[in-house]
């Protein structure tokens, strides 16, 4: 399968503590995204990168926050001391610089904070 | 501002057809998307519009009018596997930059 893969699927932790999340694109895809979608929302747009740059922020992002692609292929996004509102489910996306940004969308990483 | 309206919730009967509306107002437009959404699972893309009018693929086709901030999705010969969550997302610059995303219509297909 040579999809958009994220690790872990879930993570419960407790709040305070903080987390991190992994995303692998389709490997000749230069723009990676993420985005944020809590139950009946639609993604949320949370940051996108251009091979290694990061591109643009979400206002919405706070500075608990912050990812990274350090090699212009996999990002992490971490979390910094949890809160209660940061369960969700945290999707990762990524696109060819020739399509009309189809964006090819991985399984998710659902966190759960207690 | 950015403000996407679907609604929230339809119901419609195994082998009919079923309209899913999407208004739009964004500050740009650049292209209009629908995705599927199955209950846990990520997104999967459907159709992309950016002219005026009508893009059939199969079962599915989608409409737009740019003028108006409108675009539909239709789908017909319902089957049972299309209940999921249908997601209206417009991108608002050109380039590959982010979709901006509707709540997403909650489909329920009933025999």
């Known amino acids: 399968d040579t999809g958009v893969s994220q690790d872990p699927r879930h993570k419960i932790t407790k709040r305070g503590q903080n987390v991190t999340f992994r995303c692998d694109p389709i490997?000749?895809?230069?723009?990676l995204y993420w985005y944020r979608q809590t139950l009946g929302q639609g993604p949320e747009f949370l940051t996108y990168f251009q091979n290694e740059a990061q591109l643009e922020k979400s206002r919405l992002l706070s500075d608990r926050f912050s990812a990274e692609r350090p090699k212009g292929s996999f990002s992490t996004l971490e979390i910094q001391r949890t809160e209660q509102g940061d369960s969700a489910m945290y999707l990762c996306a990524s696109s060819d610089p020739g399509s009309y940004n189809e964006q090819f969308f991985g399984p998710g990483t659902r966190l759960t904070v207690l | 501002g950015q403000n996407i309206d679907q609604p929230t919730e339809m119901t419609a009967t195994e082998g009919a057809i079923v309209q899913i509306n999407c208004t739009y107002q964004?500050?740009?437009?650049?292209?209009l998307f629908w995705y599927q959404q199955h209950a846990g699972e990520a997104p999967t893309f459907l159709s992309y519009?950016?002219?005026?009018g009508l893009e059939e693929k199969g079962r599915f086709s989608s409409f737009l009018s740019r003028s108006k901030g409108y675009s539909y999705l239709l789908l017909k010969e319902l089957q049972m596997k299309d209940s999921a969550s249908y997601l209206c997302?417009?991108?608002?610059?050109?380039?590959?930059?982010?979709?901006?995303f509707g709540k997403g219509t909650r489909l329920s297909v009933i025999a």
């Open positions: 964004t500050s740009g437009f650049n292209g």
């Open positions: 490997s000749e895809h230069n723009r």
């Open positions: 997302a417009v991108k608002e610059n050109s380039g590959n930059t982010p979709l901006v």
């Open positions: 519009n950016v002219l005026d």
